[in-house]
């Protein structure tokens, strides 16, 4: 049996731990995560190992990415058996901060990044970024991490993690993580939890209307279009977007772009499931 990974709770613990190891030489991998781990999470503590000596995961469930109505209290919490995961897949820390340590009393500051942060989530979840952004400037800071990793399941999340530390010269270097799925391409997520099972047939229909819009000859909103269509018929409730964007800005296409990325947000009641992968 390894030995079980060591939990940091405080910032001055993180930083005397970050120190040590830096002065031994070892570069420094921050995973920022909310806990309820899965092999999605594990895979980015894998990938990291190729870029940093010693690997940090983060849980902290942040509650200023949430709006009132969403589902922080209830939001699985899953410490010990996170524990246990981190420690089969060879993580160093598992940094599990009070809510007092991000946010201690009278905390009283906001960041905002422009540029990506603008539509798609942000429709929905105007909050979001803002909170995303606080919180993972705030694990910089307190890790003082060389190496961070995002996972592409949350691709616009990364564009904006990406454009905050280009903006403030933040001195990490940010990694991107290939999404991991369920044997029917349903993208591996915490809140996957919430489905019934026959919801979660439905949810395992996400991947493949995904890959049609995204490998489509059509012009994107025609193909877009259909998008929409297959996934009423496929039984989910609500659309918020099945869009194809320039894949560096999320911009709409246009003669200049680069490269593309398909993105769908669409719900099963109150249970929002989000797939992306790159477009021809
Ligand atoms: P969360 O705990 O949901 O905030 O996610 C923490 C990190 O794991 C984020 O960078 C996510 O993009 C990433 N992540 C979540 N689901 C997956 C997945 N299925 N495959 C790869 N990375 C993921």
Redesign the pocket.
């Known amino acids: 049996m390894p030995q079980a990974i060591p939990i940091i709770r405080t910032v001055n613990d993180l930083r005397a731990q970050v120190a040590n190891w830096k002065a031994q030489g070892h570069s420094v991998g921050l ?11 594990l ?2 503590v894998e990938t990291l190992t190729k870029h940093a000596g010693k690997i940090i995961v983060s ?1 902290f469930v ?1 509650p200023t990415q949430f709006a009132a109505h969403e589902d922080l209290d209830t939001y699985p919490r899953t410490e010990i058996e996170d524990c246990a995961k981190l420690t089969r897949v060879g993580a160093d820390m598992a940094y599990i901060p009070a809510a007092s340590e991000i946010y201690p009393e009278g905390f009283a500051s906001t960041l905002h990044i422009g540029g990506p942060s603008q539509g798609l989530e942000s429709d929905s979840r105007p909050h979001f970024f803002d909170g995303v952004a606080i919180v993972v400037h705030k694990l910089f800071q307190q890790s003082q991490a060389d190496v961070a ?6 691709y616009q ?2 564009l904006v993690i990406k454009k905050m530390v280009r903006d403030l010269d933040i001195p990490i270097t940010i990694v991107a ?5 369920e044997a029917d391409g349903l ?5 996957n939890a919430y489905l019934t099972p026959e919801n979660r047939i439905i949810a395992g229909r996400l991947n493949g209307i995904l890959k049609q819009m995204a490998t489509s000859d059509l012009p994107p909103l025609q193909a877009e279009a259909e998008a929409v269509v297959a996934l009423e018929a496929a039984g989910f409730t609500a659309i918020d977007y099945a869009t194809i964007r320039d894949a560096e800005t999320l911009a709409l296409p246009d003669a200049t772009t680069q490269a593309r990325r398909a993105l769908i947000v669409a719900r099963i009641g109150d249970i929002r499931l989000l797939d992306n992968m790159a477009a021809k």
């Open positions: 995973v920022p995560t909310m806990g309820a781990l899965h092999d999605g999470h895979s980015l849980i942040n990793i995002f996972g592409e399941k949350d999340q990364l993580g290939a999404i991991m799925r993208a591996m997520s915490s809140r």
